[in-house]
């Protein structure tokens, strides 16, 4: 039997539902054609892409601890097994060998880069924002109550969740009284 990868793609995703629910599904075609392909005996998670606001779903191949590969879901209606050169790029997020797993500091002037520990980082950005915060903050403008700070902006990218943008609008919003927030809706 012949079966396209997009074809193994749907039966693989039926057969892990399949043994989540005991259902009986033949797995001869699957194995059959998974000895050409990578993700030969991997087991999948079923994930979503972090790239846009699209939210297509992936399935997340892995062995022995291993991220294998990362493909389109054929049970999401959103992408039907299909992905974007981004969505399909996403296995890299993880495995590229130029992703930077340090914080990396330029210091104004310099031509040089230095690895700082997380702490020392977080501090330092929290130190900047503090003192520019308390620069442009307007308390009150002809007599009327603002509690506003205009010389911060903030944009955020699709790979925030909802969660996290909630986060995001609680602290400079209401912690700091920033009126510039932007962010890519996420689903
Ligand atoms: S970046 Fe591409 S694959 Fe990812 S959610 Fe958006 S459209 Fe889908």
Not at 62 to 91: M, Q, T, V, W, Y
Request: hydrophobic letters at 40%; charged letters at 20%.
């Amino acid at each position: 039997m012949s079966l396209s990868r997009r074809d193994f793609l749907k039966v693989s995703g039926a057969t892990a539902a399949g043994v989540a629910t005991g259902a009986g599904v033949d797995l001869a075609p699957v194995e059959a054609a998974a000895t050409s392909l990578k993700i030969k005996e991997a087991k999948a998670f079923a994930g979503v892409c972090p790239y846009c606001a699209v939210g297509c779903g992936q399935l997340i191949f892995h062995r022995d601890g291993k991220l294998i590969s990362i493909e389109g879901d054929p049970a999401s209606p959103l992408n039907d097994g299909h992905l974007c050169p981004k969505g399909a790029a996403s296995f890299e997020l993880l495995t590229h060998a130029a992703r930077q797993t340090r914080v990396r500091y330029r210091a104004p002037h310099s031509d040089d880069w230095q690895d700082l520990d997380l702490e020392t980082a977080m501090d330092m950005v929290a130190d900047r924002v503090w003192t520019t915060r308390e620069r442009g903050f307007v308390a009150e403008r002809g007599g009327m109550t603002l509690m506003q700070c205009a010389n911060i902006a903030h944009l955020g990218g699709a790979t925030l969740d909802n969660e996290e943008n909630y986060l995001i609008k609680k602290l400079f919003a209401g912690g700091l009284g920033i009126v510039a927030i932007s962010n890519q809706a996420r689903i």
